[in-house]
Nanobody, 119 residues
Framework: QVQLVESGGGLVQPGGSLRLSCAASGFTFSSYAMRWYRQAPGREREWVASIGSLSTIRSYVDSVKGRFTISRDNAKNTVYLQMNNLKVEDTALYYC????????????WGQGIQVTVSL
């Protein structure tokens, strides 16, 4: 049974930092790319960042480039999102995601973790 469990969210002032973690289980973590998405109130869920299985490929939505860093520790089955210089517009529910499986692949989501950037 695939599980993705996010942690590390919270309330932070503009310019502050947070590190999100996503602990994965139930699949061969080191074989699959991992992603972070976010959804702000009243808006569609948007992709934020991706990392390949061996961390050699990383990509980001333009709005977070230079501020967010995605990383992973395959020994700990965990993917991270380091968020620096946070802005009010980064406020959202952040989700961990993967597409995993054998012949048939399935999309898996965590339960989401709230990040609020406010004075």
């Amino acid at each position: 049974q695939v599980q993705l469990v996010e942690s590390g969210g919270g309330l932070v002032q503009p310019g502050g930092s947070l590190r999100l973690s996503c602990a994965a289980s139930g699949f061969t973590f080191s074989s699959y790319a991992m992603r972070w998405y976010r959804q702000a109130p009243g808006r569609e869920r948007e992709w934020v960042a991706s990392i390949g299985s061996l961390s050699t490929i990383r990509s980001y939505v333009d709005s977070v480039k230079g501020r967010f860093t995605i990383s992973r520790d395959n020994a700990k089955n965990t993917v991270y999102l380091q968020m620096n210089n946070l802005k009010v517009e980064d406020t959202a529910l952040y989700y961990c995601n993967t597409v995993a499986g054998g012949t048939a692949r399935f999309t898996y989501w965590g339960q989401g973790i709230q990040v609020t950037v406010s004075l």
